[in-house]
């Protein structure tokens, strides 16, 4: 086989080599010119060219004759197969190198590549410049897969020169990222424009994915200079992006839209010129943009940034002399703005379901639209000092919407603050945290306080801090309806609250104005703390996942070995699996979980026969996979807030007891090891993977009978209905284990899980009906059992840089139905099957599927006789006539059995005879007496001391001279005296009376 792939391999790449195409000139490609036309004929390309094979063209050209080297095409092209071209540009002096240029409608068709590689390492002019030229009027629409690369130190000027129509409806992917940029950098104050390199130089119109299809991969890494015209691009799927800069210029139009995690880094420049261009940016579906917009127009560039789902980085800078504040960001359904410095726009628009505005949410950090003020160039905060230099001031002309989020920076610690006369308000003030200006406010909006906790004082907690005059934002009118709320913030593993006051103030338009005016500004009154922050009951909830596991390998008798009676081979091995979900519920200490499990056990038993029943003596291996999901506080539970992946390895004995009465009593002994690859996916623990392994021990004790209900069947011997009540004892331990976590602010958190010594209880009730066919044995069932375990994981010990914390696990009570079947298909197979879910505990199943098979080999069990079981006599069982002492009588079976049985000899007696008068009467008179028979003796001679008999002998006289028989017996008899009779017989003969 591995040869004949090598020879099939091999034979593709000579076919490949065979027919394959290497031109150096464009009308080399086509068909019609192989083999070349003969002089004075001159080649000519049709149009459209079709590449009828895959096709290689190396195009150079050397110096500045580059036209009568680089000849051009202008056609049309049909891609059949793949197309590669090498573009060597070296030593070109001249402005432009276009390899294709066309100026009416043109189409490249087909499905299949179009790969470009430019080579412009050693030129000296411009380097590589509008490679593809769209002339004024022109159209080219690509339909097949367009991948451009620069190889390393290539000087590029610009990939596609377009004064026309330019769409891309398929794959697109240009790299320029190692290549040099010398766009306009011999004319540089011409557009003001350095070192840049183009995939667009544009003044028409460009479309790249027009149809938002996700299944077009657009991957551009260089520069877009548009001049007029509008350019739109469409990234939309998680491979796509954009990296490089793009410059606006005049009324141009620029328009991203980004979206099913599509990502973009962008540096903007809006150009001053006569006209102002429009810039559009889209982003939906977890998405991201990270943007540096400078501006150098002095109004009316149209900046907007709509935000949906998705995560904008962008700050704004302003260049051009008493600029007006430009930018509209919207902000919605989870929309995230993330600012690095202080910012100025027009127009804050951001809304939030107010049923979304939840402490938990709000602790999570998520499912909220925010404006965030946490980070310096992707990084987290670190100042423990804050000013005017490294406070960030987000100053607007409007804040619209209505239940927005500012997560912003601040410092609590007096040492860290500082003290200011403000110049419009000519009132002392501390800066201590970060600032919102607004002209006008509308609606009610939440401000979130995240403290640097290297240096938080504890001491300022619950203290009034009115006094100290820390504004954290400021409405300059007079408009009292709108309101700013202080909301919960999660600092290590507490919550703290920061409270705010809403007062007025007076301000000047301008340092020492003496016109005043009145606005409404708000101060931090206190500071206080609340409850156990996210981040705890994210970790309690995350740790516990080793109770789940710890209850899930609890089993059932009948879960893990099946229906047992009947068993006639001595040997068994077994085979099952288990797939399930369990929940558990969000409370004030841990946040909701969902698992999902899947297990797969096998084992062997070897059975026996004891006084009373049956033993099963077995060893049991398996292992379990485990994927954790924690749910993420909020109303939208599709969010992870962490992921865990366990593996368990088990192995255990067990030693099972099934009576004759049908009472069982089951011991399992199992030791498991659990293999732990945790992630923790919030913001609050990003960046977290704890592994560790786990040691646990599980005993098991599980007794209960089955009672057979006097419901009448049509087979009522061999088909019943019955009950069957459980109880189940399951103790075990599970070792702990301990990781230095840090959390969204780079503290570390110290935890601490402790052993674990798990006591779970059931009780249960089983109403099934049993059938013992001809051809198929088993039972069908219903069931349900009280579940109650004393103590639902280990402690969890917390201790963060300011605080400790210890949290204990409580009970868990569950309600569990279940119902499943028994099926022994013959001495050899059994099958079984049980599914369940259960109620009312905070750790409940959803659902458990068990499947099990079982086959049974080795010899047969010997087959014993029956011994039934005692029987006390009754009151009037025995004759009151009964002889307690034996009568002698002669030595046969009969005899003996019958003094066994304590009766006496009846004789058989014959009939009356009745005469009419005597023989001899002398007086001859008639008698009515009846003649009576005479008995014979048994024996010849007359007893010679015949014994005597007394009542209430002291001792028994045995006669001196033994009786003969009549008939001598057998010496040596083999079976004895009427042996006719059936065992069945003797059987209830012997029992009559005696034990």
């Known amino acids: 086989m591995k040869t004949l792939l090598q020879s099939s391999l091999l034979s593709i790449v000579l076919a490949q080599a065979l027919y394959g195409v290497n031109a150096t000139q464009w009308w080399q490609l086509d068909q019609a010119n192989n083999p070349p036309p003969q002089p004075p004929n001159l080649p000519t390309i049709t149009d459209p060219l079709v590449i009828w094979e895959d096709s290689t063209l190396t195009l150079k050209a050397i110096g500045n004759n580059f036209a009568a080297q680089f000849p051009k095409y202008n056609g049309s092209i049909q891609f059949d197969n793949n197309l590669n071209v090498i573009a060597n540009i070296k030593n070109s002096i001249v402005q432009e190198t276009p390899i294709y240029e066309i100026n009416t409608g043109k189409k490249w068709l087909g499905n299949r590549s179009f790969n470009i590689t430019i080579d412009s390492t050693q030129s000296t002019g411009d ?3 509008g490679i593809f030229k769209l002339d004024r009027g022109s159209s080219l629409t690509s339909e097949a897969k ?4 620069a190889v390393e130190n290539s000087k590029i000027y610009s990939v596609f020169f377009n004064a026309g129509t330019l769409t891309f409806t398929n794959d697109l992917v240009i790299d320029l990222s190692k290549a040099i940029g010398v766009f306009n950098n011999r004319t540089p104050q011409t557009h003001g424009i350095r070192d840049a390199k183009m995939l667009f ?21 260089g520069d877009i200079a548009n001049f007029a015209g509008t350019t739109a691009i469409n990234l939309a799927n998680a491979n796509s992006f954009f990296k490089g800069d793009i410059h606006a210029f005049s009324d141009s139009q620029t328009k991203f839209k980004l979206s099913n995690s599509a990502h973009a880094e962008i540096k903007l420049t809006a150009h001053n010129r006569n006209k102002q261009p429009t810039i ?15 501006i150098k127009t002095q109004q009316g560039t149209t900046l907007n940034f709509n935000v949906n789902h998705s995560t904008l980085e962008a700050d704004f800078q302003y260049t051009a002399q008493n600029p007006v504040a430009q930018g509209n960001i919207t902000l919605q359904n989870q929309g995230i703005w993330i600012i690095n410095g202080s910012n100025t726009i027009n127009l804050l628009t951001i809304d939030n379901d107010k049923a979304l505005i939840t402490t938990d949410n709000l602790k999570a950090l998520q499912n909220l639209s925010s404006v965030d003020f946490r980070y310096k160039d992707g990084n987290l905060r670190e100042s423990t000092t804050i000013d005017t230099n490294n406070r ?17 920076f601040g410092v609590f610690n007096r040492k860290g603050w500082t003290e200011v006369i403000n110049p419009i308000t000519n009132e002392k003030e501390h800066i201590a945290t970060d600032l919102i200006h607004s002209q006008e406010v509308f609606n009610t909006h939440y401000i979130q306080l995240f403290w640097n906790p290297k240096n938080f004082d504890k001491g300022l907690l619950n203290k009034n801090l009115e006094a100290d005059k820390i504004i954290v934002a400021q409405q300059y009118n007079t408009n009292p309806t709108p309101d700013f709320v202080g909301a919960v913030t999660p600092v290590g593993i507490y919550n703290y609250i920061t409270n705010l006051k809403k007062e007025q103030f007076q301000y000047t338009t301008q340092a020492g104005g003496t016109q005043k005016f009145t606005g409404w500004q708000w101060i931090i009154s206190d500071v206080q703390r609340a409850d156990n922050s996210y ?12 109770y789940r596991i710890f209850r899930f390998e609890s089993d059932t008798l009948n879960l893990r070995l099946g229906e047992l009676r009947e068993m006639a081979r001595v040997h068994g091995v077994w085979l099952r699996t288990k797939y399930g979900r369990l929940n558990a519920k969000a409370s004030s200490e841990r946040i909701g979980a969902w698992d999902e499990f899947t297990n797969v056990s096998l084992g062997y038993d070897q059975n026996f026969d004891v006084l009373g029943g049956r033993n099963f003596v077995g060893i049991a291996l398996g292992s379990t996979a485990f994927r954790n999901h924690g749910i993420a506080d909020g109303v939208d539970e599709s969010g992870e807030a962490y992921y865990a992946s366990s593996r368990t390895y088990s192995i255990g004995v067990y030693d099972t007891f099934l009576s004759n009465s049908g009472v069982y009593l089951d011991m399992f002994l199992k030791y498991y090891l659990t293999n732990n690859r945790l992630s923790i996916r919030s913001e609050v623990l990003a960046g977290n993977y704890p592994d560790f392994f786990d040691h646990n021990v599980l005993f098991s004790l599980e007794t209960g009978k089955k009672f057979k209900l006097p419901i009448r069947t049509p087979d009522f011997a061999r088909s019943f209905y019955y009950l069957k009540p459980e109880a189940q004892l399951i103790v075990g331990f599970s070792s702990g284990t301990s990781h230095t976590l840090y959390d969204w602010s780079n503290q570390p958190i110290h935890t601490q899980l402790d052993f674990n010594t798990p006591i779970n209880t059931r009780l249960g009730l089983s109403f099934g009906r049993q059938f013992d066919g001809n051809n198929l044995k088993g039972d069908v069932y219903l069931g349900t059992s009280f579940e109650y375990e004393v103590k639902s994981g280990g402690d969890l010990r917390l201790e963060d840089f300011l605080d400790k914390m210890t949290l204990t696990q409580g009970s868990n009570f569950n309600w569990r139905i279940n119902a499943g079947t028994n099926l022994i298909l013959n001495e050899y197979w059994r099958l079984y099957f049980d599914v369940d879910t259960s109620f009312f505990g905070h750790i409940n199943s ?3 599927i068990n499947a099990g098979v079982r086959i049974n080999f080795g010899r047969l069990h010997p087959q014993l006789p029956y011994i039934a079981p005692y029987t006390p006599p009754t009151y009037d069982f025995y004759r009151k006539d009964r002889r307690t002492i034996p009568e002698v009588q002669n030595y046969d079976t009969q005899g003996i059995l019958d003094n066994y049985n304590g009766s006496r000899k009846r004789y058989t007696l014959p009939p009356k005879i009745n005469v009419d008068s005597k023989p001899f009467d002398d007086g001859n008179t008639q008698s009515l007496e009846p003649i009576k028979p005479s008995i014979k003796p048994r024996v010849q001679a007359p007893q010679k001391q015949p014994p005597t008999f007394q009542d209430n002998p002291q001792e028994i006289q045995i006669p001196s001279t033994r009786y003969q028989q009549d008939t001598p017996p057998d010496l040596a008899p083999r079976t004895p005296q009427n042996s006719n009779r059936s065992m069945g017989e003797i059987q209830n003969r012997l029992q009559k009376g005696f034990r």
């Open 201 to 221: 130089d544009t003044a028409g119109d460009i479309s790249v994915n027009p149809l938002d299809s996700s299944n077009v991969l657009v991957q551009l890494s």
């Open 846 to 848: 959803t659902f458990t």
């Open 280 to 294: 559009d940016f889209s982003l939906s579906s977890d998405s991201s943009l990270k943007i540096k917009t400078e």
């Open 146 to 149: 367009v991948n451009i690369t």
């Open 127 to 129: 380097g590589a410049r």
């Open 392 to 408: 960030y001031t987000l100053t607007l002309n409007q804040l619209n919407g209505n239940n927005g989020v500012f997560r912003m």
């Open 535 to 546: 981040l705890s009951r994210l970790l309690n909830s995350l740790y516990q996942t080793q």
